[in-house]
């Protein structure tokens, strides 16, 4: 499936600064067998006095850039066409939980996919009894890997309710999960906290989902958003596997990765240091537009 997508971030100061720093992670990676980048561009204004690109450990496509004149505001925008391929029906091969360890022990790598990185507490993700508890109730006896991401993934979308103002982008996992509110980050990080607590090693994953409008209506423009799943590796067979608990859904040709990492922290679109007296204000809006 062909893609174009256009995203646009922008950031009003109440008053002017100078000196900004930003590490930006909005380009879509080439993944081989998943998606191609056929064509894309990134558009800073104002225009960074310093632009640096870089993949960083996890292999998300970076730019780093100062701004040091006065300015009130600055816009990124992103324009991309991208291949988002299908991916075959999924045999699971994964083990039994009560192997996982074992399997995971027999992985040596230590690079960014080795599950190693995806277990413990991260920047976003701290140990939660509640969580634990709520995940283990959500298994039945016996099943492997899949079956028990694929069964959060189902409890989660039944126990959370979809809310864009019950929680912001600094809400803990824990905090979202009480409340049974909260956006895609929420859901992800909460089924994140709940996969490592059954020893299932698992990451955050930005990207940009393609949204269908009601039948019979027109496409909004800018009416899509850039969204967050979870991706769980389920041994050394089956290999990583992504799913959608905001949409009860498994990953496929609607979601296009942007980035990859063990939270929110290593995948943040726009993270930045910068002097500031007053507020600010953040506005989105992003388009997938199917192509082909």
Known sequence: ???????????TYSVPTSGTRHSIRL?????????????????????????VERVDFFGNRTVDLVCRARHAAVRFTLQARINRMAHAQRLDMSPVLADMGAEIARHGGMDARAPHHY???SARIKPDAAIAAFAREALLPGMTALEAVRALNLALHHWMQFDAEATNVET????????QKGVCQDFSHIMITGLRALGIPAGYVSGFLRTVPPQGEARLEGADAM???????CGQETG????????????????IVVAR???????????GILWLAGG??????????PIL
């Open 119 to 121: 277990l413990g507490p």
């Open 227 to 233: 969204h967050a799943w979870v991706m769980a590796w």
């Open 261 to 271: 990492g063990r939270d929110y922290s290593d995948v943040s679109p726009v993270k």
């Open 1 to 11: 499936m062909l893609y174009d997508i256009t995203a646009r971030i922008d950031y």
């Open 172 to 179: 803990p996992a824990s905090e979202a999960f009480a409340r």
């Open 27 to 51: 380009m879509p990676p080439d993944l081989m067998g998943e998606q191609r980048l056929i064509a894309g561009a990134l558009d800073i204004t104002p225009r960074p006095d310093e632009r």
């Open 240 to 255: 990583w596997v992504e799913f959608d608990p905001t949409n009860a859904a498994e990953v496929g040709q609607d979601h």
């Open 280 to 289: 600010q204000r953040t506005d989105q809006a992003v388009d997938v537009v």
